[in-house]
Nanobody
Framework: VQLQASGGGLVQAGGSLRLSCAAS????????VGWYRQAPGMQRELVAT???????NYTDSVKGRFTVSRDNAKNMVYLQMASLKPEDTSVYYC???????????????WGQGTQVTVSS
């Protein structure tokens, strides 16, 4: 499974961005999906996830500002980010748990990351 994240860029504080993540390859089923971010010198942290049971979770710092969604038919995952703050500056990674054709196990896959920079 290949994940291609896009939509990052430079935005002023208070602005918005929409990240997209496209999953391709021999994908049979995508169960859980999520977005993580990692700032320089920091550990990767969870931003938002949609679990297998479609429960949505957000880290506290983005609640009310970010919205995660998915399009199962297109194997796409999105992160709508609004009211962006300088502290949201990070590389954002998408993550899916998927079952591929010919496999009996769900595996975790990561995208390459997209840079989001929020200027003050």
């Amino acid at each position: 499974v290949q994940l291609q994240a896009s939509g990052g860029g430079l935005v002023q504080a208070g602005g918005s961005l929409r990240l997209s993540c496209a999953a391709s390859g021999n994908v049979l089923i995508i169960s859980a999906v999520g977005w993580y971010r990692q700032a320089p010198g920091m550990q990767r942290e969870l931003v938002a996830t949609i679990t297998t049971g479609n429960k949505i979770n957000y880290t506290d710092s983005v609640k009310g500002r970010f919205t995660v969604s998915r399009d199962n038919a297109k194997n796409m995952v999105y992160l709508q980010m609004a009211s962006l703050k300088p502290e949201d500056t990070s590389v954002y990674y998408c993550d899916v748990v998927a079952l591929v054709y010919g496999s009996r196990r769900y595996e975790n896959y990561w995208g390459q990351g997209t840079q989001v920079t929020v200027s003050s």
